[in-house]
């Protein structure tokens, strides 16, 4: 599905474009975007293109925003380890300051930031609404660092949606990395919740809401369910196995930081009801898995 950009106004700068996320945003849509490229290419038609380095970008902001009406914000920049997550929040925490002091002073009438539900915390069994509070858990000790200046500015009455997006399945996402092994893996008991997106909806989702007014926006989900349950759903696919790790082993093979994301339970509210936790939805997210694991094989 492709965007139709009668209702979106301008150019709409994305930054983040040769990434995961970032470039099915672009996928999706038609023309009309300026990418910020850095390390990786940023593939498709009709892109204006602008080259440098997000994180030392405090001189450079007007000139990459120079002519746009929109932004769609989905750098993250990251590490491998803890202390380099920190160290890079640190500078990215800085960095978006200075792009939105820019955005302040600018013509730009739409902002959308991609974030993550882990800002959320484990939430257990509650569902997990726009309003909720954020005790972020996981990567998003680190990465919430980075964002904190653009809730502030959300709390202030400034012009910015965050999408905070759940589990992301696609081509290239976590997937194959968790459940591509010999055997499906139950994380500790088991009963954490998982919600589920596709990378196409959620970029589709991303487009639509562009002239939105300002808030914290949930994405419509794929599926809702225990990672227990999605353990089954792909072992069924996959033909194979059922393997239990305990969190123990999940800290010794992925680190402290992964682990606290994989075992965190967010039970997100699309606004949709229970609908994602149907057996339509369900089936939706078996087609997709399905679709998923063909294509890669490819």
Same mark, same amino acid.
């Given at each position: 599905m492709r965007v139709n950009f009668d209702s979106v106004p301008g150019r709409t700068? +994305? @930054?983040?474009? !040769?990434?995961?996320?970032?470039?099915?945003?672009? =996928? &999706?849509?038609?023309?009309?975007? %300026?990418?910020?490229?850095?390390?990786?290419?940023?593939?498709?038609?009709?892109i204006?293109?602008?080259?440098?380095?997000?994180?030392?970008?405090?001189?450079?902001?007007?000139?990459?925003?120079?002519?746009?009406?929109?932004?769609?914000?989905?750098?993250?920049?990251s590490s491998r380890n803890t202390a380099g997550r920190y160290w890079i929040a640190r500078r990215t925490r800085k960095a978006n300051l200075s792009m939105i002091s820019v955005v302040k002073e600018s013509t730009i009438t739409s902002t959308i930031l991609m974030h993550g539900s882990l800002?959320?915390?484990?939430?257990?069994?509650?569902? +997990? @609404?726009t309003d !909720?509070?954020?005790?972020?858990?996981?990567?998003? =000790? &680190?990465?919430?660092?980075?964002? %904190?200046?653009?809730v502030d500015f959300l709390h202030s009455g400034g012009g910015v949606k965050i999408v905070r997006a759940p589990w992301v399945l696609g081509p290239g996402s976590w997937f194959e990395m968790?459940?591509?092994?010999?055997?499906?893996?139950?994380?500790?008991?088991?009963?954490?919740?998982?919600?589920?997106?596709?990378?196409?909806?959620?970029?589709?989702?991303?487009?639509?809401?562009?002239?939105?007014k300002p808030?914290?926006?949930?994405?419509?989900?794929?599926?809702?369910?225990?990672q227990s349950d999605f353990a089954k759903i792909v072992s069924?696919?996959?033909?194979?196995?059922i393997s239990y790790v305990s969190r123990s082993g999940l800290t010794r093979k992925y680190g402290n930081m992964a682990t606290d994301a994989i075992c965190s339970s967010i039970r997100l509210d699309d606004g949709n009801g229970m609908s994602s936790e149907s057996t339509s939805s369900l089936e939706s997210l078996v087609n997709y898995l399905t679709s998923m694991l063909v294509f890669s094989k490819t």
């Open positions: 700068l +994305v @930054t983040g474009g !040769s990434g995961f996320i970032g470039s099915m945003i672009i =996928k &999706a849509s038609t023309s009309n975007i %300026r990418a910020l490229v850095h390390q990786g290419s940023v593939e498709g038609n009709k204006d293109r602008v080259y440098g380095d997000f994180l030392s970008g405090e001189n450079q902001f007007e000139k990459w925003m120079d002519g746009v009406d929109s932004i769609i914000h989905t750098a993250r920049p800002s959320y915390g484990d939430k257990g069994e509650d569902i +997990v @609404t !909720s509070l954020l005790n972020p858990v996981g990567y998003a =000790k &680190a990465y919430s660092i980075g964002e %904190r200046p653009w968790l459940y591509g092994g010999e055997t499906i893996p139950v994380f500790g008991d088991g009963r954490q919740w998982m919600s589920l997106v596709s990378v196409e909806s959620l970029a589709n989702f991303t487009w639509s809401i562009l002239c939105d808030g914290v926006h949930h994405p419509p989900l794929l599926y809702r369910c225990r069924e696919i996959r033909g194979v196995g």
